[in-house]
């Protein structure tokens, strides 16, 4: 088939850009769980291709070990937890924390049996898990997630995702979507409209939107007492790293002077973890710094919330079913917009990263090069 001109500058722009085919970033903090679905049961969960095995440990930390024995492939969560060892269910070998075998029922010798253990790092309600290399582990470079050390009130959240961790993040980069996958939820006619900034850096990238005046969705409207006003709605969409997205937003009254306005702010982290190319964790931690002791009001925004991003769940997995069943690669393009122009620099991004630790595996000496590339890019 061929293309207009337009069509084959977005098919050639579109090679420079993560998607579904890009390989995994292993060298990150990944959120691996919710602190409360780790407990004293083995829980299987796969993340970025690999399939893991966690447990806690009976003084409560946490342990996240290859679910593969290194025997025969027995799966791990499939076996048991006793005090702080695994036995494998199907000959017994048994496995300490750090993955380590220590007894081989039908012989005496265990020496140099072990799996892979997985660094783990527990941050309030969240357990972060390092994929990469292990001594590069560092758990100063755990992202900061401020609704948490603010004494702002939060709740916390998991949705599968059947599409990629990639367009979940463009998708909260791109914040005109608002107007029409969110239209029954937090989205409102002048939010596509609206003035925007965009601010590009060699690995961060931001895009404020001002909806001013507008009239608030009830999500932010019923507790922030801004029904029927005319408000300020200003949102910032933050990626902070491949694992991790911020949005931050503040409301007011636009007729109010700037020192009379109450501070009524959200900071929602949207947390994508790559389950497989096409599939996603997607863990949300809502954080607010008003109406701190209305329970009430922490139930009913977390529901309006969570079925807004349900949209998104719903969106980008018929976006990936469709590219799924494509059959010819060779027309295929996305035309971007200039709303597009912080998503486009995320993924090129993202790109960048994947290719440059790809090169290093395969290659420690293509690495050097990729790395400057990188960091010159
Ligand atoms: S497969 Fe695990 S002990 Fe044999
Ligand atoms: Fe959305």
Redesign the pocket.
């Known amino acids: 088939m061929s293309l207009t001109r337009v069509q084959k500058a977005a098919q050639v722009a579109g090679r420079t850009m993560a998607d579904r085919h890009t390989p995994f970033i292993h060298n990150e903090w990944y959120v691996v769980a919710l602190s409360h679905e780790i407990s004293r049961e083995l829980m299987s969960r796969t993340v970025l291709g690999r399939q893991l095995v966690l447990f806690r440990k009976e003084d409560g930390s946490p342990v996240a070990l290859d679910n593969r024995?290194?025997?025969?492939?027995?799966p791990?969560s499939r076996?048991a937890l006793e005090g702080d060892t695994v036995v494998?269910?199907?000959?017994?070998?048994r496995y300490n924390e750090r993955g380590e075998c220590v007894e081989?029922p039908s012989q005496c010798n265990c020496a140099g049996i072990s799996i892979r253990n997985y660094p783990l790092h527990q941050q309030g309600p969240v357990i972060w898990i390092w994929m990469g290399e292990p001594e590069e582990a560092d758990i100063d470079k755990i992202p900061a997630m401020p609704m948490l050390d603010e004494g702002w009130v939060t709740s916390e959240d998991y949705m599968h995702l059947k599409a990629s961790y990639v367009y979940l993040h463009e998708n909260l980069l791109d914040l005109t979507h608002l107007s029409f996958l969110h239209a029954k939820t937090f989205g409102t006619p002048d939010y596509a409209r609206a003035k925007f900034d965009t601010e590009i850096t060699e690995d961060r990238f931001w895009l404020k939107r001002y909806v001013v005046p507008t009239r608030l969705p009830p999500v932010w409207a019923k507790p922030t007492g801004l029904e029927g006003r005319d408000a300020a709605r200003i949102t910032t969409s933050d990626f902070v790293s491949p694992a991790l997205h911020i949005v931050h937003a503040e409301f007011y009254d636009i007729a109010l002077d700037e020192s009379e306005r109450p501070d009524q702010r959200i900071k929602t982290a949207h947390i994508p973890t790559p389950e497989t190319a096409t599939s996603t964790h997607y863990f949300v931690v809502h954080g607010r710094n008003f109406a701190l002791e209305e329970n009430e009001v922490t139930g009913f925004m977390h529901e309006q919330l969570m079925a807004a991003f349900d949209e998104d769940v719903v969106g980008l997995e018929a976006m990936e079913e469709l590219l799924a069943s494509r059959s010819e690669e060779d027309d295929f393009f996305e035309i971007s917009l200039t709303a597009d122009a912080a998503s486009v620099a995320m993924r090129r991004y993202l790109k960048r990263r994947a290719e440059a630790e790809a090169a290093e595996r395969t290659s420690p000496q293509a690495a050097g090069g990729a790395k400057t590339a990188l960091a010159s890019a």
Do not use: A
């Open positions: 024995c290194g025997h025969r492939n027995f791990l076996s494998c269910g199907y000959h017994g070998l081989v």
